[in-house]
């Protein structure tokens, strides 16, 4: 299995995430939403089995092959999360976001070759990875809730208790991502901590994630107004150290960017 066959798989995909956020709004069909989005997800995960074992390694390396794992993660969180809290507009979000990744593989393919540079022959790659992938899924899931409340500009306690789960759970994955990888950089490089861009910047994301966590345990009920801004503000944060830092002038020197 190969790159090039990637589109018998995410056609599919697609269409079964798309037609799961629309079903989700008719009642009388609602319930086969879920198994729709799952259809999907498990369609997706086929192609990222298949392609581990043709590359010979985890599809981890490449900012197509991450976001693969974006894809499959967010859908499954959308399906776990619909099951639990039967927000539509959830499974909605995690449908149209899940696929607009998928689309970007295709629209724009990338390299993708078989070799890992030695420092990415670790036993820490695939577990740091997941484990950051996991997060900006879930923690994705918590920005939208997040906004929601906003937009509403009045106290919705289930939603904001679904906003608060994800955190905790997204920046728990954040931060065992954060230290693996810290275990990793000192194995590969000498060093647990350089203050490279991309780590500055991750600090500076969980910082923010920090502060909302403690914002809400100590202040409760008074925080219900501005604690949504934190999430809002930190997953901006969090998609430029992912995504945007590696367009940074000075992040061309950094190990990071891939």
Same mark, same amino acid.
């Given at each position: ?26 009642? +009388? ?24 074992? =043709?590359?010979?390694? $985890?599809?981890?390396?490449?900012? &197509? ?17 619909? +099951? ?10 995690? /449908? ?21 540079? $030695?420092?990415?022959? /670790?036993?820490?790659?695939?577990? =740091? ?5 996991? /997060? ?24 904001? &208790? ?18 693996? &990888? ?8 000498? =060093?647990?901590? +350089? ?11 969980? +910082? ?44 061309? &020197?950094?190990? =990071?960017?891939?």
């Amino acid at each position: 299995m190969t790159w090039s066959d990637f589109a018998y798989f995410a056609v599919p995909a697609v269409s079964l995430w798309l037609l799961a956020g629309l079903l989700v709004y008719v009642k +009388s069909a609602r319930r086969w939403s879920g198994l729709l989005m799952m259809g999907g997800t498990l369609t997706l995960f086929s192609f990222i089995l298949l392609l581990w074992i =043709h590359l010979e390694r $985890p599809p981890m390396r490449t900012m &197509g092959e991450t976001r693969l794992w974006y894809s499959f993660f967010l859908s499954a969180v959308g399906c776990v999360t619909f +099951s639990r809290w039967r927000y539509p507009w959830l499974l909605t979000f995690s /449908s149209v976001v899940s696929a607009v990744f998928v689309v970007v593989n295709l629209a724009k393919p990338e390299i993708h070759s078989k070799g890992l540079t $030695p420092a990415l022959q /670790s036993v820490w790659f695939v577990p =740091h990875v997941t484990s950051y992938i996991l /997060s900006y899924a879930m923690l994705g899931a918590a920005a939208v809730g997040a906004v929601f409340l906003l937009v509403q500009k009045k106290g919705n306690g289930r939603l904001l &208790g679904f906003v608060d789960n994800m955190v905790y759970v997204g920046y728990g994955f954040l931060m065992l991502g954060l230290l693996m &990888g810290s275990v990793w950089a000192k194995e590969a490089w000498g =060093h647990y901590w +350089s203050w490279d861009l991309k780590e500055t910047w991750a600090f500076t994301t969980t +910082s923010v994630y920090l502060a909302y966590i403690h914002l809400r345990l100590r202040c409760g009920k008074a925080s219900e107004k501005v604690a949504p801004w934190f999430v809002v503000v930190a997953f901006l944060l969090l998609m430029v150290t992912w995504l945007g830092v590696k367009y940074l002038p000075s992040a061309q &020197g950094s190990v =990071h960017v891939y």
